[in-house]
Nanobody, 126 residues
Framework: QVQFVESGGGLVQPGGSLRLSCAASGFTLENYAIGWFRQAPGKEREGVSC????????YYVDSVKGRFTISRDNAKNTVYLQMNNLKPEDTAVYYCASSRIYLVSHFLSSLGYNYWGQGTQVTVSS
């Protein structure tokens, strides 16, 4: 019954915006660090952004700095990824996942991220 559900993906033109949501059920999200990952066809999965359990620590991969904003509302058991100024290279399936520990090194290797959602497709194209 532990589950993540990602939503908010879709088709958008370059320069557009999307807001992804990651809603958790079956566990209390506030006890976990949350990471957003993405995978494009033929590419390895990469970490995009992560946030600590209380939101005090945040990391962004260089390619999305200044464009993406991660946030969380623990009362709603939900984590968000606001994506602005989207580029074609952002096209991928986006996943959220949880970890008991916030460490950038863990995030970059997906180490300790135990629960994953099914993903939501983001396509940036003219």
């Amino acid at each position: 019954q532990v589950q993540f559900v990602e939503s908010g993906g879709g088709l958008v033109q370059p320069g557009g915006s999307l807001r992804l949501s990651c809603a958790a059920s079956g566990f209390t999200l506030e006890n976990y660090a949350i990471g957003w990952f993405r995978q494009a066809p033929g590419k390895e999965r990469e970490g995009v952004s992560c946030i600590s359990s209380r939101g005090g620590s945040i990391y962004y991969v260089d390619s999305v700095k200044g464009r993406f904003t991660i946030s969380r509302d623990n009362a709603k058991n939900t984590v968000y990824l606001q994506m602005n100024n989207l580029k074609p290279e952002d096209t991928a399936v986006y996943y959220c996942a949880s970890s008991r520990i916030y460490l950038v090194s863990h995030f970059l290797s997906s180490l300790g991220y135990n629960y994953w959602g099914q993903g939501t497709q983001v396509t940036v194209s003219s």
